[in-house]
C-alpha cells in the first residue's frame, strides 16, 4: 500500500517540477537568446569599426571557406580593439598579415586520402551474366 501512495507521490512530484520548469524554460531560453545576440551585435559593431571594407570582405569569405580560422581571426582582432593596440582600421593588406601570422604560430595539420585501387577494381557492373 505504501509502495503505491508513495509512488504516486513521486509522479506527482515529478509532473510539478516538469511543469515549473516547462514555465521557465522559454524565459531562460529567451534570455540567453537576447545575450547572444548582444554579444554578436557587439562584436559586428567592433569588427566595423577596426577593419575596412576590403578587409571585412575578405575575413567573410575566410569566414566561408574555413570558419574555425574565420571565427579565431575575429576573436584576435576583437581583442586587439579592446586592448587598444589598433590605432585606426586593418587595411586588406594588414589583415593578410596578420592572417599569416596566425598561420605560422598554428600546427599544421595535414590530411591524405588514401584511394585503395584494389577494391575500386572490383566493380559489379564489370561483371557478366
Excluded at 598561420?103 to 585501387?117: I, M
Amino acid at each position: 500500500m505504501e509502495d503505491l501512495e508513495l509512488a504516486q507521490i513521486r509522479q506527482k512530484r515529478l509532473q510539478q517540477i516538469q511543469a515549473q520548469y516547462a514555465e521557465q524554460d522559454p524565459n531562460h531560453a529567451k534570455a540567453q537568446k537576447e545575450r547572444f545576440q548582444a554579444m554578436e551585435d557587439a562584436r559586428h559593431s567592433i569588427l566595423a569599426q577596426a577593419l575596412s571594407q576590403d578587409a571585412r570582405a575578405r575575413l567573410n569569405t575566410i569566414k566561408l571557406g574555413r570558419p574555425d580560422k574565420g571565427i579565431m581571426v575575429e576573436n584576435m582582432i576583437c581583442k586587439m580593439a579592446q586592448n587598444g593596440q589598433l590605432r585606426e582600421r586593418l587595411s586588406e593588406a594588414e589583415l593578410i598579415q596578420l592572417i599569416e601570422s596566425l598561420n605560422q604560430q598554428l600546427p599544421k595539420s595535414s590530411s591524405t586520402v588514401k584511394f585503395d585501387r584494389r577494391r575500386a577494381a572490383l566493380d559489379s557492373d564489370d561483371e557478366d551474366f
